[in-house]
Every structure is written in C-alpha cells, then in structure tokens.
Nanobody
C-alpha cells in the first residue's frame, strides 16, 4: 500500500488546513485502519488521531480534541484530517499511516511521506 499525504502549508494562528492521505495498491482500503501522527523538530513522533476501518470509531490525542477531525471516504481510498484553530504548537510534519488502528506507531504497517504544517504566531 502506498500512501500520499498532502494539504500541508503555512497558516496563521487560528487558521485551518485539510490534510489528505490517498491510498493506492495492495490491500483494500476499507480493510485498513488509518492514523495521523506528527513530528516536530527535535521531538519524537506523536499520535494525533485514528479512525477505524468503517469510520465508525475515532480517537484523538487530548491536545487536538475539539479542533481536529479525522474522517475517511472509502469510495475514494482517502483519509482526511481537518485541522481547525491551529496553534504554533501544532507545527510539525504530519504523517498518515495505515494498518490496524490505534495510538501506537506499531499498529501501522504503511506510512506516507509526510506533509509540513507550519503555524505562525
């Protein structure tokens, strides 16, 4: 499975971005849990959000609850992360991942290349 993340950019504090993760090849997308992680400079990769195979279950890290929304469109083999009310602390490279769903990187077999999100103060 190949994952292509896109949608990152430079925004001001309080702005929004919609990140996309397009899947292709290999396993059927509907059989894969999807997750988003992020890594800021000098920090470890951290979990952001996850969504189950059908989209019926979602899970967020506390830092983004109420601001970010994960979703998926199985007909388009694409997962999304809507990011609202962005803060400078949200600045990081955002990675999408596919596999079993959960908050651990070990739950995911496939990873995208990352998309940079920069929030200016």
């Amino acid at each position: 499975v190949q994952l292509q993340a896109s949608g990152g950019g430079l925004v001001e504090t309080g702005g929004s971005l919609r990140l996309s993760c397009a899947a292709s090849g290999g396993r059927t997308f509907v059989n894969l849990g999807m997750g988003w992680f992020r890594q800021a400079p000098g920090k470890e990769r951290e979990f952001v959000a996850a969504i189950s195979y059908s989209g019926g279950y979602t899970y967020y890290t506390d830092a983004v609850k109420g601001r970010f929304t994960i979703s998926r469109d199985n007909a388009k083999n694409t997962a999304y992360l809507q990011t609202n009310s962005l803060k400078p602390d949200d600045t990081a490279v955002y990675y999408c991942a596919a596999g079993r769903w959960g908050d651990s990187p070990r739950a995911y077999e496939y990873w995208g290349q990352g998309t940079q999100v920069t929030v200016s103060s």
